[in-house]
């Protein structure tokens, strides 16, 4: 019979020896939301299609391939985050692609696909297999061992409908979703570069534009010290005239956000608090030091078994750890001792031997009925004594276990009814009884489900280990530190009404503020203060309004917070006061690039270009050429603006001209204007660069495509973490 893959031939074994994570995510019952006609009980429609399952399904995917590849069970904030951002862009991307390729006639079967992850697989055998999956079928190797990986790969699809197995399959789906969306996009962008058109009257009228300018060329930061007093603060006129010419292309948003200021009241633990935390830690030690027996402490303290666990000195993670056990004798007491400021630590080095890191074994499982396995062939009584016989046939024929009949193998080779059990991760009684078995021994396992006949086929090399326990102790605020600090940001939240009377009421009481500008529904910062989803929900849920203040929000036990919503953007054109800030946060750069500029000027009119380099410490650089129809890569980075002011200068003749952020002073050497080339070939694939070049790439037409597409996103009503 065809191999279905390590999880299902060693159903009782590896379920017991090796855990997979499948820690879910808790998003709440969504099913539990009335579902109308209306968009708010919507989570995603993207081009008048509802996506909420989408959504969600793909979510869980990629968590499990991260999971998967990263060796974690769960995520902090952040890293949720960034999984609800991936999962977005690329169901955005994948249903505009899919779209455009339809109408292009391209569209995917479901034929195509599966022939796409055929060939995905097969490619783990050439010199360029697909990268996603190599590493998951690396992380399948380490956990279940190679041969069993590559039968897992082969038989992928059967692990889905299994609750056991679910996650490795969600982790496929996401790794075939990852390659598909390249595979699209590369045909789409294809098709588009290939169907642009240029006319030869597009190309002439470049090559007579284009011109290459020899020059010397140096750039002055307009933020250095000696332009702190120049007042480049625009007025209220130029700024309304700048956001009426610019609102719908600059000011245009095609995603909800706010400007979030938060008042912090961090949470920490006063001198008094440290004091009594630390007597609590040695007078434990002092009492954990006398008790007769390590259990009978964790008895006392409610612990229960203490940690069996052989480490090696790899095994542990905490600096200085390490090597304090392993130069420690054996029943050695751990003195009390802080780490990072965090927490107290103390323990002993209860016990130590030279113990192999993993063992390699061949099986036989021999599952009894249950009320989880009705169909089984043998009761628990039968099983057992068809388990001792197979041991004692093997032992008095001092045979090995791939000489028994095949049905008691289930069917399985030789190669799939072995593998290599680590000691981290296996049941601490279960991998001492084997390694005390010697080579081609055998013992008899007990499992909830069954029985399993091990034969110890080899062990690696002896390395030294220990066995310890150790207790911790958090360095925090007491309970009432925690209120006091509590009842302070009630009395702040309660003395302000406004986002300008949080922010003026801090500074007058010495709080930290934090400000966050432009901040996303579903972000998790705000500014650089971390853990802020409870903030950050409070201040997109319903009817919260500019200018409104939160209540005291207890962010992790790590600081309280009293929020305000600043600003409120919604999607479409912004309101000028919304954006007022953005506005004179530009054109003061650029007004001072101007004003700058001004001064070198009326600097070269007395000095040398080196004279001034000198003066505000910037690199005069020779033989610079610069290109009219080049982009900002070939020009050194000169700024179009600049460009353009540059190619009108006189020669010889040193000028200080503005860009938008910096001023370039340029010496014109040379100016030459090349004839245009045969056909127009090279001005057609000048054109074609700035079309689809570096700055008009793939992930601009994406963002253009995206930002023309009706998008519903409310994932922030139905994702609170």
Known sequence: MAAIGAIRKHGVALMIIIGLALLAFILGDLSQVTRTFSNKYVMAKVDGKKMDNVYSEQYEQNTALMRLLQKKSSFDENETYQIHEMTWRQMLQDAIMDKQLKALGMAYTSQMVEDFKADMVASLNTQQPNQYLMQFAQALAEQFGPENAMAILANIEEYGNNDQTKELYNAYKAIVRFALSAEKSNHYFSLVQGSLYFSDAAAKQLANDNAMAMTQLMMVNPQLPAFNDLNAKPSDKEMKDFYNTHKKDLFTSYEQDRDIDVAVFPINPTPKDLQDIEDTVRADYQRFASMASLLDYSIEKGIGSVDSTFYKKDDIQLDILDSLIFKMPVGSYIEPFTYENAKWYFGKVYGGASRPDSVFVATIELPFKTSQNTTATYTKKQARLLADSLKNVIASRQASIFELQLNYLNGRERTDSTFWLPERGTIASLYNELVATPDGGLYVYAAPGGYIVFQVMQRTQLIEKRQFVLYDYDIAASEATFNSIKSQANQF?????????????????????????????????????????????????????????????????????????????????????????DIEAMLTAEKKAEMVAEMVNKDLASSSMEAVAQKYSTQLMDSVMLYFAGDMYQNRGVEAKAIGKIFTLPANKPTAVSGRNMVYVANVQQTTTGAATPGYMLEKNMLRNVMMGRERGEATLMTYLIQNTPIIDNRYKFYQK
């Open 493 to 581: 939240a309660a003395a302000i009404s406004s986002d300008a009377e949080l922010i003026a009421e801090a500074a007058k009481k010495g709080i930290q503020t934090v400000n966050g500008t432009h901040v996303l529904s579903m972000a998790t910062n705000i500014g650089q203060l971390p853990n802020c989803r409870d903030i950050v929900s409070w201040a997109f849920a319903d009817g919260t309004k500019k200018d409104d203040i939160s209540d005291v929000i207890n962010v992790d036990r790590m600081f309280f917070a009293v929020a305000a919503n600043k600003t409120v953007r919604k999607v479409g054109v912004q309101k000028f006061e919304n954006v007022k800030a």
